[in-house]
């Protein structure tokens, strides 16, 4: 089965979602054959660096005056208005959670959002997401075709290697293009990065036992001393207490670190999706019957900040010696 | 002359050590209020005379040192362990207050199963107790809501009560003995014996004295054989309150010891069950104990219900699952505050008891007076969770959003009135103004009339064992 | 102007313990148990419609409107109190967890042939299906434009809008013209306000608007409507690992043992 990825070059995590979906694609053999992929950009200095990390060796640029989505939606569903592919994969950010929904409708095809795997058995297309706030692994057969699906977030290695072999380009240029949308006017702020929680090998993530804006402060100054990344749960973030792009979960970063402590989490499926990936987990939690507590390596059943500010006594004398 | 801030800061020091005795600044502000201030404090804002210290005390040898000097020198002494108080209990209500914090005097000192007791000291938590024992199968049969955060000297002094408690009893029914030291600095302690008949029982002077008497260093309480597999529970919907009344009485009255006995009314209940009561009563029983014990009591009660029309059985499978998310824990509690910082809606509750003959008709009278007379209410209602051969307790819940007042007016424009409202209700029919969470510093305003003639009694105990009135001065006993 | 705001009404899943889990047969889930709760993201775009309506000069009608049961309807009793004008339910206790289509046809149903409305604003996604699907297939089905992961909406002129929405790698600000669909994202500090007893007492008799499908001519659609895309397995996920609970008598001695058995090693590893 041929496969179509489309892409969002306007947006600086371009390199992301095209690792993303060259590692969704190797983690399924007997899945579809990536065939093209389509990539929206905006900025010609940036044109030859999203060529060489194309997920796949033939693609096609298409050039917008910037990401709009109605606009977007226009021109894939001309340009694509004699279906090569079967399937259309789009990668897990906003960008192909939109996409993949809207586009399905327009072409009369099926969609999914947040597949985790997909498998071909005996021609049939079956995909894997998690539902019911993440407690369970729902499988889905798809039958309309085209199927548009995006990737959940952090299912796939994300594969990041430079293409060398780019066989085959074309290119369209739409700039001149402007979809009658809703928007007047447009303004893009561009949000205070996370500092890479999702690139991080070692995180501290907190949640509903942090009791304040005083208290995130501090979890965020022992996180600086002990060298993680500082992830929170969504009733943390959803106070305020930080910023957003600190929120962990389904509806946040799925981080992939080698070491997650996680302090005064109770462990939601919903929150535990960020960070079940983590190659050791341990938890700091008072409560011994927390679902957080048996999905971790290690836990001390206790009080969070005592705990840590023993760790980070413990880590300072050790750097002195 | 009162002894200045930092003579009792230095002082503290010489007798603790640096370590013990905390002067940070947030820290002081925390420790000036407990939950009844929580709008306030929400808000950063701290009407409470700032404590001098908060100090850690870690032996009674230390406990009597602490107190020995705030006697001679007339400093307050607030007592603490678990800081889960609702009442005010906890306040620093006169300047240059000590904390005298025991939470880490944390140490079981004996589980003793063959003379079923186990001994710990006073800044043991309830929780971590309790899972002890289950390693071993007991229970301490004590299960207060708070049970996650709240430490065993703590609720001995707060007269606390568990969920199970119309099995189990209240904690002044588990108590066997305890070690506490009073503000002269004298250690006592109260020997674990089954019965006495020398005398009154002392135990009563220290249980429930909400450390304005004496402060308690260690505990031995009674425990039980835990057999969770026998549990049965049972879950009714119903019209009226009257009705579930009458059946709590009933099954009393017969003799039956359930743990659980509740009824919930529609307006509290809403939270809770509203997926499956709809706008309807709800009547709940847990039977437990040894297998033929709770099979007999889950099948009279089932009978006894059955005479009522009103009842609709539930798929008790709605109870239990109510019931595992039933206590606080401190993510509810930090969720919860961020969430009245936004919506300005804040919900408290009063607890009070009452003989069956006029309970329904005090919880009439309240609800309907606060409902009418306290602005921007936005729930009122309550359960009665705790049942006696003679009577039972009603656990009155009220919420409103604070509208057009400063976050320190909020107790005065609404959580005082209720209070009054229950309270004075409440001791006008003949019932009991504070069931299960103490006098603590707000409804000391009626003491003697909860008291009546019987003042005489604990006032004078106060009198004795507290002369220079050093003991969480402005708790039970009114401030002159 | 006015506003429809759809929501759903879910059950609580985080107060079920693993033991809870039943998947039978015919992949029915029994969630009934658990509390209900308004999805986290209905009701964020619950509470930002109100306030919407209080910083609009011009007048505001407010509609919701929910698919399900009578199990919602003590919340559509508390969106009058809150000076909805209109709370409607349509009546569904067929499963519909993952047909989003069939929700989003019902949707625009109701704005075809009752609403002359200009804007609808509902969660990005909601339990139990996590389909993330709802709001957009509305909008492709009205042909309105939609935004989405909206975090704030306030009144512009000439009856404009003033849109945030969060977008890949920051923060969008625009001006829009309705009517368009609002998919609401997550927006911090958006809990739902509470109604006064006097409010609820003022609407007490109200009447909850309930229509069945069939007045839409949609009846049975959730139980025929072809999604393309079929339900074949549930299973619960199992996240335990080992949970070694290190002991120690207090916080610092359980710090002490944890870096010394684990930390230590595994910092050195990173």
């Given at each position: 089965?041929?496969?179509?990825?489309?892409?969002?070059?306007?947006?600086?995590?371009?390199?992301?979602?095209?690792?993303?979906?060259?590692?969704?694609?190797?983690?399924?053999?007997?899945g579809p054959?990536?065939?093209?992929?389509?990539?929206?950009?905006?900025?010609?200095?940036?044109?030859?660096?999203?060529?060489?990390h194309?997920?796949?060796?033939?693609?096609k640029?298409?050039?917008?005056?910037?990401?709009?989505?109605?606009?977007?939606?226009?021109?894939?569903?001309?340009?694509?208005?004699?279906?090569?592919?079967?399937?259309?994969?789009?990668?897990?950010?906003?960008?192909?959670?939109?996409?993949?929904?809207?586009?399905?409708?327009?072409?009369?095809?099926?969609?999914?959002?947040?597949?985790?795997?997909l498998?071909?058995?005996?021609?049939?297309?079956?995909?894997?997401?998690?539902?019911?706030?993440?407690y369970?692994?729902?499988?889905?057969?798809?039958?309309?075709?085209?199927?548009?699906?995006?990737?959940?977030?952090?299912?796939?290695?994300?594969?990041?290697s430079?293409?060398?072999?780019i066989?085959?380009?074309?290119e369209?240029?739409?700039?001149?293009?402007?979809?009658?949308?809703?928007?007047?006017?447009?303004?893009?702020?561009?949000?205070?990065?996370?500092?890479?929680?999702?690139q991080?090998?070692?995180i501290?993530?907190?949640?509903?036992?942090?009791?304040?804006?005083?208290?995130?402060?501090r979890?965020?100054?022992?996180?600086?001393?002990?060298?993680a990344?500082?992830?929170?749960?969504?009733?943390v973030?959803?106070?305020?207490?930080?910023?957003?792009?600190?929120?962990?979960?389904?509806?946040?970063?799925?981080t992939?670190?080698?070491?997650?402590?996680?302090?005064?989490?109770?462990?939601?499926?919903?929150?535990?999706?960020g960070?079940?990936?983590?190659?050791?987990?341990?938890?700091?939690?008072?409560?011994?019957?927390?679902?957080?507590v048996?999905?971790?390596?290690?836990?001390?059943?206790?009080?969070?900040?005592?705990?840590l500010?023993?760790?980070?006594?413990?880590?300072?004398?050790?750097?002195?010696? | 002359?009162?002894?200045?801030?930092?003579?009792?800061?230095?002082?503290?020091?010489?007798?603790?050590?640096?370590?013990?005795?905390?002067?940070?600044?947030?820290?002081?502000?925390?420790?000036?209020?407990?939950?009844?201030?929580?709008?306030?404090?929400?808000?950063?804002?701290?009407?409470?005379?700032?404590?001098?210290?908060?100090?850690?005390?870690?032996?009674?040898?230390?406990?009597?040192?602490?107190?020995?000097?705030?006697?001679?020198?007339?400093?307050?002494?607030?007592?603490?362990?678990?800081?889960s108080?609702?009442?005010?209990?906890?306040?620093?209500?006169?300047?240059?207050?000590?904390?005298?914090?025991?939470s880490?005097?944390?140490?079981i000192?004996?589980?003793?199963?063959?003379?079923?007791?186990?001994?710990?000291?006073?800044?043991?938590?309830?929780?971590?107790?309790?899972?002890r024992?289950?390693e071993?199968?007991?229970?301490t049969?004590h299960?207060?809501?708070?049970?996650?955060?709240?430490?065993?000297?703590?609720?001995?002094?707060?007269?606390?009560?568990?969920?199970?408690s119309?099995?189990?009893g209240?904690?002044?029914?588990?108590?066997?003995?305890?070690?506490?030291?009073?503000?002269?600095g004298?250690i006592?302690?109260?020997?674990?014996?089954?019965?006495?008949?020398?005398?009154?029982?002392?135990?009563?002077?220290?249980?429930?004295?909400?450390?304005?008497?004496?402060?308690?260093?260690?505990?031995?309480?009674?425990?039980f054989?835990?057999?969770p597999?026998?549990?049965?529970?049972?879950?009714?919907?119903?019209?009226?309150?009257?009705?579930?009344?009458e059946?709590?009485?009933?099954?009393?009255?017969?003799?039956?010891r359930?743990?659980?006995?509740?009824?919930?009314?529609?307006e509290?209940?809403?939270?809770?069950?509203?997926?499956?009561?709809?706008?309807?009563?709800?009547?709940?029983?847990?039977?437990?104990?040894?297998?033929?014990?709770?099979?007999?009591?889950?099948?009279?009660?089932e009978?006894?219900?059955?005479?009522?029309?009103?009842?609709?059985?539930?798929?008790?499978?709605?109870i239990?699952?109510?019931?595992?998310?039933?206590?606080?824990?401190?993510?509810?509690?930090?969720?919860?505050?961020?969430?009245?910082?936004?919506?300005?809606?804040?919900?408290?509750?009063?607890?009070?008891?009452?003989?069956?003959?006029?309970?329904?008709?005090?919880?009439?009278?309240?609800?309907?007076?606060?409902?009418?007379?306290?602005?921007?209410?936005?729930?009122?209602?309550?359960?009665?969770?705790?049942?006696?051969?003679?009577?039972?307790?009603?656990?009155?819940?009220?919420?409103?959003?604070?509208?057009?007042?400063?976050?320190?007016?909020?107790?005065?424009?609404?959580?005082?009135?209720?209070?009054?409202?229950?309270?004075?209700?409440?001791?006008?029919?003949?019932?009991?103004?504070?069931?299960?969470?103490?006098?603590?510093?707000?409804?000391?305003?009626?003491i003697?009339?909860?008291?009546?003639?019987?003042?005489?009694i604990?006032?004078?105990?106060?009198?004795a064992?507290?002369?220079?009135?050093?003991?969480?001065?402005g708790?039970?006993?009114?401030?002159r | 102007?006015?506003?429809l705001?759809?929501?759903?009404v879910?059950?609580?899943?985080d107060?079920?313990?693993?033991?809870?889990?039943?998947?039978?047969?015919?992949?029915?889930?029994?969630?009934?148990?658990?509390?209900?709760?308004?999805?986290?993201?209905?009701?964020?775009a619950?509470?930002?419609?109100?306030?919407?309506?209080?910083?609009?000069g011009?007048?505001?009608?407010?509609?919701?409107?929910?698919?399900?049961?009578?199990?919602?309807?003590?919340?559509?009793?508390?969106?009058?109190?809150?000076?909805?004008?209109?709370?409607?339910?349509?009546?569904?206790?067929?499963?519909?967890?993952?047909?989003?289509?069939?929700?989003?046809?019902?949707?625009?149903?109701y704005?075809?042939?009752?609403?002359?409305q200009?804007?609808?604003?509902?969660?990005?996604?909601?339990?139990?299906?996590?389909?993330?699907?709802?709001?957009?297939l509305?909008?492709?089905?009205l042909?309105?434009?939609?935004?989405?992961?909206v975090?704030?909406?306030?009144?512009?002129?000439?009856?404009?809008l003033?849109?945030?929405?969060m977008?890949?790698?920051?923060?969008?600000?625009?001006?829009?013209?309705?009517?368009?669909?609002l998919?609401?994202?997550?927006?911090?500090?958006?809990?739902?306000?509470?109604p006064?007893?006097?409010?609820?007492?003022?609407?007490?008799?109200?009447?909850?608007?309930?229509?069945?499908?069939?007045?839409?001519?949609?009846?049975?659609?959730?139980?025929?409507?072809d999604?393309?895309?079929?339900?074949q397995?549930?299973?619960?996920?199992?996240r335990?690992?080992?949970?070694?609970?290190?002991?120690?008598?207090?916080?610092?001695?359980?710090?002490?043992?944890?870096?010394?058995?684990?930390l230590k090693?595994w910092?050195?590893?990173?």
């Amino acid at each position: 089965m041929k496969c179509t990825a489309v892409l969002n070059g306007c947006s600086g995590d371009f390199h992301s979602q095209a690792g993303e979906v060259r590692g969704f694609l190797d983690a399924c053999p007997e899945g579809p054959t990536a065939g093209n992929s389509i990539i929206f950009y905006s900025n010609d200095s940036r044109k030859q660096d999203l060529i060489a990390h194309s997920p796949t060796s033939s693609l096609k640029m298409v050039k917008v005056k910037r990401h709009y989505p109605e606009s977007a939606l226009e021109i894939l569903t001309t340009l694509e208005r004699d279906r090569v592919a079967d399937l259309y994969l789009f990668p897990g950010n906003f960008f192909g959670s939109e996409m993949a929904v809207r586009f399905a409708y327009r072409m009369g095809g099926s969609s999914l959002v947040a597949v985790n795997k997909l498998e071909l058995v005996e021609n049939q297309f079956i995909c894997y997401k998690a539902v019911y706030a993440n407690y369970l692994q729902g499988k889905f057969l798809l039958r309309k075709k085209p199927f548009c699906l995006s990737i959940a977030k952090g299912s796939a290695a994300v594969q990041s290697s430079t293409r060398k072999n780019i066989q085959e380009i074309s290119e369209v240029d739409m700039a001149g293009f402007a979809k009658e949308g809703c928007g007047e006017d447009y303004q893009f702020t561009e949000a205070e990065t996370g500092g890479g929680l999702e690139q991080a090998q070692f995180i501290l993530v907190a949640g509903r036992g942090v009791k304040s804006k005083e208290k995130a402060g501090r979890l965020k100054e022992v996180a600086g001393v002990i060298g993680a990344e500082l992830g929170v749960s969504r009733p943390v973030a959803m106070s305020a207490w930080t910023p957003l792009h600190r929120l962990v979960g389904v509806s946040g970063a799925i981080t992939k670190p080698r070491l997650c402590i996680a302090a005064g989490v109770s462990g939601a499926a919903a929150f535990f999706a960020g960070i079940e990936q983590s190659e050791r987990i341990i938890a700091i939690n008072t409560d011994e019957g927390a679902p957080l507590v048996q999905a971790a390596d290690v836990a001390v059943i206790d009080d969070y900040e005592p705990v840590l500010d023993e760790l980070v006594k413990l880590l300072i004398r050790d750097k002195k010696r | 002359m009162p002894m200045a801030r930092e003579q009792i800061v230095e002082k503290m020091m010489e007798i603790l050590g640096e370590d013990q005795v905390i002067t940070d600044e947030q820290v002081l502000k925390e420790s000036s209020v407990d939950r009844f201030r929580r709008f306030e404090e929400l808000h950063g804002v701290y009407t409470q005379p700032i404590p001098a210290a908060v100090v850690y005390v870690h032996s009674t040898a230390e406990v009597s040192a602490v107190l020995k000097f705030a006697n001679e020198h007339r400093i307050n002494v607030v007592p603490r362990t678990g800081h889960s108080a609702t009442e005010g209990g906890l306040e620093t209500a006169v300047e240059n207050s000590l904390v005298v914090d025991g939470s880490r005097m944390n140490q079981i000192i004996q589980i003793d199963t063959y003379n079923m007791q186990a001994t710990c000291q006073c800044g043991t938590p309830l929780q971590v107790l309790e899972d002890r024992l289950r390693e071993q199968g007991y229970t301490t049969g004590h299960s207060p809501q708070s049970k996650p955060l709240a430490q065993m000297g703590g609720l001995v002094a707060t007269r606390s009560i568990g969920q199970f408690s119309t099995l189990y009893g209240g904690i002044e029914e588990m108590v066997v003995g305890l070690e506490a030291v009073f503000p002269n600095g004298e250690i006592t302690r109260i020997k674990n014996v089954p019965r006495r008949a020398a005398g009154p029982d002392i135990r009563h002077v220290i249980i429930g004295n909400e450390g304005a008497i004496c402060y308690i260093t260690e505990v031995t309480v009674k425990i039980f054989k835990f057999m969770p597999e026998n549990i049965i529970l049972l879950g009714y919907t119903l019209d009226r309150m009257k009705t579930g009344f009458e059946l709590l009485r009933e099954v009393m009255a017969n003799g039956y010891r359930p743990s659980v006995a509740r009824l919930y009314d529609p307006e509290d209940g809403a939270y809770h069950f509203s997926h499956f009561a709809g706008n309807k009563c709800v009547l709940i029983f847990m039977a437990e104990g040894p297998k033929p014990l709770a099979d007999a009591t889950g099948r009279a009660i089932e009978e006894i219900v059955a005479q009522s029309e009103e009842c609709q059985k539930v798929d008790p499978k709605y109870i239990q699952v109510w019931f595992n998310n039933l206590n606080w824990d401190v993510s509810k509690v930090a969720e919860e505050r961020a969430e009245i910082v936004e919506t300005k809606n804040i919900g408290n509750t009063t607890e009070i008891s009452a003989n069956w003959g006029i309970i329904n008709d005090i919880y009439e009278i309240c609800v309907e007076r606060i409902r009418n007379e306290i602005p921007d209410i936005t729930l009122i209602g309550g359960h009665s969770s705790h049942s006696y051969l003679n009577g039972t307790n009603m656990y009155f819940v009220h919420y409103y959003n604070v509208v057009d007042c400063k976050p320190e007016e909020e107790i005065t424009k609404y959580h005082l009135p209720i209070k009054k409202i229950i309270v004075e209700e409440t001791i006008k029919a003949g019932g009991s103004m504070c069931h299960h969470h103490g006098v603590g510093k707000h409804r000391t305003p009626w003491i003697k009339d909860e008291y009546g003639s019987s003042y005489y009694i604990v006032e004078t105990l106060k009198k004795a064992f507290d002369p220079n009135g050093i003991m969480n001065r402005g708790t039970i006993f009114p401030r002159r | 102007m006015d506003i429809l705001v759809c929501f759903k009404v879910v059950p609580d899943l985080d107060q079920l313990a693993g033991s809870d889990w039943f998947i039978d047969s015919l992949l029915r889930v029994e969630t009934g148990y658990a509390k209900t709760i308004l999805n986290a993201y209905d009701e964020s775009a619950l509470e930002m419609a109100l306030r919407f309506s209080e910083s609009a000069g011009q007048s505001v009608n407010l509609t919701a409107l929910t698919i399900g049961d009578e199990k919602a309807d003590i919340y559509l009793k508390t969106l009058y109190a809150l000076q909805f004008a209109k709370a409607v339910r349509i009546e569904n206790s067929v499963e519909a967890r993952f047909s989003p289509e069939a929700v989003a046809s019902v949707i625009c149903r109701y704005v075809e042939l009752y609403g002359k409305q200009d804007l609808l604003i509902m969660g990005r996604q909601s339990g139990v299906g996590d389909n993330a699907k709802t709001p957009l297939l509305a909008a492709e089905m009205l042909k309105w434009p939609c935004i989405t992961q909206v975090t704030r909406v306030e009144p512009g002129e000439a009856s404009r809008l003033k849109v945030t929405a969060m977008v890949d790698g920051g923060l969008v600000q625009q001006t829009v013209r309705t009517p368009c669909v609002l998919a609401v994202g997550n927006v911090p500090n958006a809990y739902l306000r509470v109604p006064t007893l006097k409010e609820k007492y003022a609407c007490g008799k109200k009447e909850i608007e309930v229509m069945d499908l069939e007045q839409f001519g949609l009846q049975g659609i959730f139980n025929c409507f072809d999604t393309g895309c079929e339900l074949q397995g549930l299973a619960l996920i199992d996240r335990n690992r080992e949970g070694v609970i290190v002991q120690g008598a207090t916080p610092a001695e359980k710090a002490r043992a944890l870096y010394d058995a684990y930390l230590k090693e595994w910092l050195e590893q990173l």
